[in-house]
């Protein structure tokens, strides 16, 4: 019931008024976002990378709605990791895309010209895409579009959703050598014709899937801060004898970093997902959505400024 009133605000321009221009937000945005600038981006990707962390980096936007908008994002990309390579994080940096801010809800062709453009500087650079999965409706379209970009650049990485019910079938198409593929619960809100609605029944999917991942070919990237997900997931690379450069886990920036520090203590590859950029909105709501703390933290912020 809160997780559907907070993911049904971050589609109301009218709350977003509201939050984007109350005073307090700056410091709650700061929280979850490296900042609004490429500079900033560079910034805290050499900070992470510093303390042994990989990390892929998301240029905040998505549903745009022209031409423009898309092409715009797709040069922010190109920006980006040039200026990546440039000051030496690649490979350790990636990136990470969603296929919306590229054009797919007007223009499938356009996104995928953008993305495959965005896929080509990444291989220049010495680096990886992962595509982001959005909402259900787009998930055959970003798989197909996933298929065609992996023809001529293979490393491209695919997102899994284990809220939905079609996803571990996804998965066993997706667990073949060389396939990277990024599993995490899901953010947005789904019906429960496609999804599992209860936290046990998406837990017990998220299970499965990574069963399939780890006992698979591909390249697993365990997504999540949960805590019994992650001790499952050290558990079965213990088990299929993975090592650091056969899976690896990731979070988000500014979520449990204790924790980011002790897998990497523990020899694990950890990747931090830093998103930057001036279109936070949508992505903070999501992150509230997740967990009642966040809102506390959002509340406390809001008091201490009045
Ligand atoms: P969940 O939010 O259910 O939390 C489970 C437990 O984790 C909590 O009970 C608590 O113990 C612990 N925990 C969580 N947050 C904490 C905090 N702030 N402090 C302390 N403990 C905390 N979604 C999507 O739909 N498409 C995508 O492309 C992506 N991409 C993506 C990349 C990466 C790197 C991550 C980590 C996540 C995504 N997601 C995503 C978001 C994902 O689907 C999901 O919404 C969030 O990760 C929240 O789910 P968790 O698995 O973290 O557990």
């Known amino acids: 019931m809160f997780r559907s009133v907070i993911l049904a605000a ?8 509201l939050v984007a221009t109350a005073p307090f937000s700056r410091d709650v945005v700061r929280r979850f976002v490296a900042g609004a600038k490429t500079d900033d981006a560079l910034r805290a990707t050499r ?23 898309a092409n715009a994002t797709r040069d922010e990309y190109l ?5 990546l390579a440039e000051a030496k994080l690649t ?27 965005i896929c080509a500087a ?3 650079a010495g680096t ?28 491209t990485g695919a997102v899994l959703q284990a809220y939905l019910r079609r996803t571990e079938s996804d998965c066993r198409e997706l667990a073949s050598a060389g396939s990277r593929v990024r599993l995490c619960k899901g953010a947005y809100r789904e019906p429960e014709s496609v999804a599992y609605q209860s936290a046990r029944e998406v837990d ?42 056969r899976f690896e886990f990731q979070m988000l920036y500014g979520i449990r970093p204790e924790e ?44 201490s400024k009045k």
């Open 10 to 17: 971050s589609r109301s321009s009218r709350v977003e008024r």
């Open 47 to 69: 900070e992470l990378v510093d303390d042994g962390l990989a990390v892929t980096l998301d240029n905040l936007g998505e549903d745009t709605v022209t031409g423009e908008q």
């Open 79 to 83: 920006t980006l990791l040039r200026m």
């Open 91 to 117: 490979p350790a940096a990636e990136v990470s895309v969603k296929l919306s801010a590229l054009g797919q809800a007007f223009d499938e062709q356009l996104a995928y010209d953008n993305a495959r453009a």
């Open 122 to 124: 990444a291989e220049a």
């Open 128 to 155: 990886t895409v992962t595509l982001d999965m959005e909402d259900h409706t787009t998930t055959d379209s970003t798989l197909d579009i996933l298929t065609k970009l992996r023809k001529d650049h293979p490393s």
């Open 204 to 245: 017990k999917s998220y299970v499965r899937c990574l069963n399939i991942l780890m006992s698979g070919d591909g390249y697993p990237m365990l997504a999540t801060h949960d805590p019994r997900l992650i001790a499952i997931g050290e558990d079965r690379a213990r088990w299929f004898d993975r090592g650091p450069d």
């Open 260 to 303: 980011q520090a002790r897998l990497v203590g523990e020899g694990y590859t950890v990747r931090t997902y830093v998103p930057y950029g001036d279109d936070w909105y949508g992505y903070l709501m999501r992150r509230l959505a997740e967990r009642p703390a966040n809102l506390a933290f959002f509340a406390r912020a809001l008091a």
